[in-house]
């Protein structure tokens, strides 16, 4: 696994995160 790709998939890790609290903290509002 070259380090570019494991770049690229932490960022995708961490994107998703991002997402996902965003939601969790969506529905806390709601």
């Keep these: 696994m070259t380090a570019d790709r494991k ?14 609290k965003a939601g969790l903290s969506k529905a806390d509002r709601a």
């Design 7 to 20: 770049r690229d998939t932490r960022e995708k890790i961490l994107l998703g995160g991002i997402v996902v």
